[in-house]
């Protein structure tokens, strides 16, 4: 049977989930755990496909990168990885995963599969590295599909129909955004939520830009040191792999060192916010803005810090009602200045 592994593509770093107490204030110009790939395929124009996946807090979100954006739309799906017993697959740097949306559904598989030597006296193995496939769920293969589809919606049955399978599964809030002054660079703000109600918040940013605007725009925005980054065909996004390891802190610590020994991810602690922790800011931050507004109905300190120590357990949030009285997660505050994409 044929292995699958990863090419070493994608750098993650462990995560430290629900640690408040431990947390520092984190400037934006020195945050140290941003982690970036880029693919180096420069056309006549000179431009260059930024992706990059990391983490800050909201105020640092709120005024160093929400000025610069503009919403374009909200959405919500769900994902779920799949994984051997003692997280092979994640050993061997791939994923395998399904997402479902309001209306699709698809599988997303990106591996390489390494054979056998052929029987050609050569010891070398026959390897294939596969580019990310995107599979409908609703295709059992067909006359379109090419011979490598064909090969990973085989592995895909094997792997998703094991008994001992592992399953990740969890819930993104999704807000897309725009840069102001490159609109050919997006911005996602997930909130992810997990199967037992933890979760965290990831924002990925990608899309194709001049070298001179790499140089001059976003890299001065997020991070003034430029040693911090790098070109390289062996940079890959990564906020799938930062979602799985955020997932499992301890259990996935022995896959984690598995894997730096294997060169695939970096040796940096992985520190992220919650969603408990974000919920917590947006709430502080809500009560700011209407103490300013409203200066004759202004809420006290303790009033504040009282609803920010509720929704850091889980107790208090921001939520608006539906038509039918269920309360849902309320993101005006991202979601200023609406403008179609």
């Known amino acids: 049977m044929s292995q699958l592994l ?15 107490q431990e947390r520092s204030v984190i400037e934006l110009q020195t945050f140290p755990h941003f982690l970036f790939s880029f693919e180096n395929n420069f056309s006549s124009l000179k431009t260059i496909r930024v992706k990059h996946s990391f983490t800050m807090n909201r105020r640092e979100f709120a005024e160093k990168l929400r000025p610069l954006l503009v919403f374009c739309e909200f959405s919500e799906f769900e994902e779920t990885y799949y994984d051997e017993a003692f997280n092979n697959l994640m050993r061997n740097n791939c994923w395998i995963k399904k997402v479902k949306r309001e209306n699709e ?21 026959h390897t294939i590295i596969y580019p990310e496939v995107i599979l409908s769920s609703n295709q059992e293969g067909g006359d379109n599909w090419s ?42 703000l997930d909130r992810v939520t997990f199967k037992d109600g933890n979760g965290c918040v990831i924002y990925s940013i990608y899309g194709d830009t001049p070298c001179r605007f790499f140089e001059k725009g976003i890299s001065s925005a997020i991070i003034s040191q430029k040693k911090q980054f790098s070109f390289g065909d062996d940079m890959k996004p990564c906020r799938s792999k930062i979602i799985q390891y955020l997932y499992g802190t301890e259990s996935l610590r022995p896959v984690y060192s598995h894997l730096q020994e294997k060169g695939y991810v970096l040796s940096l602690d992985y520190v992220t916010i919650s969603l408990f922790e974000y919920e917590a800011q947006r709430i502080r931050h809500k009560w700011e803005e209407f103490n300013k507004k409203f200066p004759n109905e202004k809420k006290s300190e303790e009033f504040i810090k009282f609803m920010e120590a509720a929704a850091l357990v889980g107790r208090a949030s921001i939520t608006y009602e539906d038509d039918d009285g269920n309360e849902n997660p309320y993101y005006s505050d991202d979601e200023e200045e609406e403008e179609n994409c």
């Not at 990863?6 to 408040?20: E, F, G, H, M």
């Not at 011979?147 to 129909?161: A, R, S």
């Not at 993104?172 to 996602?188: D, E, G, Q, V």
Request: hydrophobic fraction near 30%; charged fraction near 25%.
């Open 6 to 20: 990863i090419s070493k593509a994608t750098y993650v770093c462990r995560a430290k989930l629900n640690q408040p």
């Open 105 to 125: 559904s698809f599988y997303s598989i990106k591996c390489t599969e390494v054979n056998p030597p052929p029987s050609d006296n050569s010891n070398e193995p």
């Open 147 to 188: 011979n490598d589809e064909l090969v990973l919606y085989g592995m895909l049955q094997i792997y998703c129909n094991l008994p001992e399978q592992e399953r990740y599964e969890l819930k993104i809030h999704r807000t897309k955004f725009k840069f102001k002054n490159n609109p050919n660079i997006m911005l996602n």
